[in-house]
């Protein structure tokens, strides 16, 4: 059993406010938990509906999740390397990396089981994942195929010393040529769908710098000392310079294509076992390669140069 509470500060419909205040549900999934008499109000019963008062306390015991039951699918995999400890692996655009309730299937991980033994350390749901990138991201991941490559691998992130560089193309054309980032992210207060700058977010910086100029687009490098959710989306939004494509923090007049035109390229660690550093780079796919080439032609640049 899952169990929270929280006091009311607003007086909304007791649906929202669930959503509102509960990261893990949706305003369609806290009213059937209202339904079923798995939320109250003061102790008591509610309707989705009632409003109620400032200062009443929402109670919330939600049923534990039932496991998925992940079956391994034989779905190409373009592995960039591969040893007794690790993997990585260019993940396409377009790909989910892990199973969650509604994509259960045909994700990196399902990928994954079919081709190696993972690590167990994050349970059944994202065995072997030490990092993430978003489903319309593309790039390179490394994946732990044992738990000792595992908490090597974690422990490189907390301590900060792997590479993780990403290419983007971004709207507007910067005033300098590198920077630094550093504005703390956590769950948008306005959409929880989003991510956003909190004064108490978590730690969160990115350095950048530009590669290219287009005039209204930029190429830019993103290298990440931490990691948090959708941060190079929501840091580059943050200094007016959103990803190009990006559905949840650009503008709706953007560049064609599939999705944000962001590509991890570069990913650097050392071998768990061995301790020597490896460092790959992955070029960019080819829909992020003809927006290039594009803009380049527009701009009077060299078309063919490579990325």
């Known amino acids: 059993m899952q169990e929270s509470e929280f006091q009311v500060t607003t007086t909304e419909r007791l649906d929202k406010l669930v959503a509102d205040n509960v990261a893990t549900i949706s305003r369609s999934q806290a009213k059937n938990a209202i339904e079923a008499g798995q939320i109250t109000v003061d102790g008591q019963a509610a309707k989705p509906k009632d409003k109620p008062k400032v ?4 109670h919330v015991a939600l049923p534990d999740p039932e496991p998925l039951d992940l079956e391994p699918e034989n779905i190409p995999l373009d592995i960039v390397y591969e040893d007794d400890d690790v993997l990585v692996v260019n993940k396409p655009q377009g790909m989910v990396v892990h199973p969650a309730p509604g994509h259960p299937n045909h994700t990196l991980v399902n990928a994954l089981l079919y081709h190696s033994p993972l690590s167990s350390i994050n349970g059944t749901l994202r065995p072997g994942i030490v990092h993430r990138i978003d489903k319309d991201t593309s790039g390179l991941l490394m994946v732990a195929k044992n738990d000792h490559a595992h908490q090597s691998l974690s ?3 907390q301590a900060k010393t792997n590479l993780r560089e990403y290419v ?8 300098e040529e590198n920077g630094t980032i550093n504005a703390p992210l956590g769950r948008s ?3 929880r769908k989003k ?4 004064a108490d977010g978590r730690p969160a910086i ?3 710098r530009v590669l290219e100029r287009y005039g209204n687009y930029t190429l830019v490098a993103c290298r990440l000392e931490t990691g948090r959710t959708h941060q190079i989306r929501v840091h580059m939004a943050y200094i007016n310079h959103p990803v190009a494509g990006d559905p949840l923090y650009g503008p709706k007049k953007t560049l064609k294509g599939a999705g944000q035109f962001l590509h991890a390229r570069e990913l650097g660690f ?3 076992t061995t301790g ?3 460092t790959f780079r992955a070029p960019v796919p080819e829909n992020f390669a003809k927006a290039v080439r594009h803009l380049r032609q527009q701009a009077g640049l060299p078309v063919d140069k490579a990325i």
């Open 206 to 208: 990115t350095h950048f």
């Open 270 to 272: 050392k071998q768990p």
């Open 55 to 58: 200062g009443a306390t929402i």
């Open 195 to 198: 991510q956003a700058v909190v």
């Open 276 to 278: 020597e550093q490896l």
């Open 168 to 175: 983007a193309i971004v709207h507007g054309n910067f005033k």
């Open 155 to 157: 422990a490189q992130l």
């Open 189 to 191: 207060p306005k959409d």
